[in-house]
């Protein structure tokens, strides 16, 4: 870290960190590379694991804390069969922060703060801030329709304000940020930090391949797309060649493709149809998705693999927030974090210029 600025706010005292910047658990992209950059810029990293097997997961961990001393959390699929396995996991190794996608049940919060970590669920919705931060969830993070991935139609500016207005716990913003002006902007709302995911992909950090990254920078503000052909669900992708012929495709295309990418999916998590079947049930019950969608959220990690790993645009897909359109370099993590807090601190210290009492008004 080379910035001496800092700002100190509920998230930080929270969990550690220097600066209250989250880069977000993002499937094949979050690894223990990206984790550690993040870390030693005094960033919170996140360690994605829903696209690794647990052993993959505990290599990854013992990797990360070989590489920085400093705190990191790893993101957990709530509805995982393996869910508790994974948070003992975290117990063991002693990892500071354990976030989830989707809400947790409350024995994985209770385990969890019974051993310090820290519990940083995503939320989408007020009702859903105030569910878990009645079991005990000590932040939340949103996620307004801007963001990348997965992601739902409200912005960040009415989704932060009204989850704000529901809980009393730190609340991180999510979804349209990637400068000092965004931080300065959400520090003002209220919030306690931002997470970033696509700056934090299109940086010399990030493990994508350099040629993909390259293709990121060429979009702009209209360069992406919601789209629900992918798994069922909402989701914004870099609008490439291979979603506009999803979008385009045929109902039997579609589902050939599926059922292919489902195979792929069980031999590279190296789980059984009983276990694959056992996930999609749960993930049924506490998403209300229908069997089609469930068939279709298969596709999610070979098609996100095929393009961020393998860096075949033809075959995979991209996820991207709107914030592509404004991005243009590709800084390492220290370079992008310091120059969000200098900007943030630069921006916050002329606000009270711009407030007068009423002796001032009137004289």
């Known amino acids: 870290m080379s910035t001496t600025n800092r700002i100190r706010t509920s998230l930080t005292e929270l969990t550690g960190i220097q600066h209250p910047v989250v880069q977000t658990g993002m499937g094949w992209v979050a690894g223990p590379s990206l984790v550690t950059a993040t870390a030693e810029a005094g960033g919170l990293g996140i360690l994605a694991s829903a696209t690794m097997t647990y052993d993959e997961l505990e290599k990854a961990i013992v990797e990360t804390k070989s ?32 976030s989830f996608a989707l809400a947790p049940k409350r024995e994985l919060i209770d385990k969890l703060k019974e051993n310090d970590a820290v519990v940083i669920p995503s939320v989408g919705l007020p009702r859903h801030a105030e569910k878990v931060a009645s079991w005990g969830a000590d932040a939340v993070m949103i996620q307004g329709g801007e963001g990348g991935g997965h992601t739902g139609a409200t912005p960040t500016t009415l989704l932060l304000p009204t989850v704000l207005d529901a809980v009393d716990i730190p609340v991180i913003a999510a979804g349209g940020f990637f400068d000092g002006r965004g931080l300065a902007a959400a520090l003002s709302y209220g919030a306690a930090g931002i997470g970033m995911g696509t700056r934090f992909l299109l940086t010399s950090d990030s493990a994508v391949p350099e040629h993909i990254k390259k293709r990121y920078l060429e979009f702009g503000l209209d360069g992406t797309v919601v ?137």
């Not at 959390?73 to 002693?94: E, F, T």
């Not at 049924?284 to 969608?293: A, D, E, L």
């Not at 009270?352 to 008004?361: H, L």
């Open 227 to 363: 789209t629900t052909k992918a798994d069922g669900m909402p989701h914004r992708l870099l609008r490439t060649e291979f979603i506009d012929s999803l979008e385009s495709g045929s109902p039997l295309g579609r589902m050939l493709g599926t059922a292919r990418r489902t195979l792929q999916f069980k031999e590279l998590s190296g789980q059984t149809w009983l276990g694959l079947a056992r996930d999609g049930l749960r993930m049924k019950r506490s998403t209300g998705r229908s069997w089609g969608q469930m068939m279709l959220a298969a596709n999610t990690p070979m098609l996100l693999k095929a393009g961020l790993v393998n860096g075949d645009t033809q075959a995979g897909m991209l996820a991207s927030g709107q914030v592509v359109g404004v991005i243009d370099d590709l800084p390492t993590c220290e370079q992008l974090v310091d120059r969000i807090i200098d900007d943030a601190v630069e921006r916050l210290s002329v606000l009270p210029g711009f407030v007068q009492n009423s002796k001032d008004a009137l004289a």
């Open 67 to 98: 590489r920085t001393d400093k705190p990191f959390g790893v993101n957990l699929r709530a509805d995982a069969a393996d869910a508790m396995d994974r948070v003992n996991l975290l117990i063991k190794y002693g990892v500071k922060v354990a």
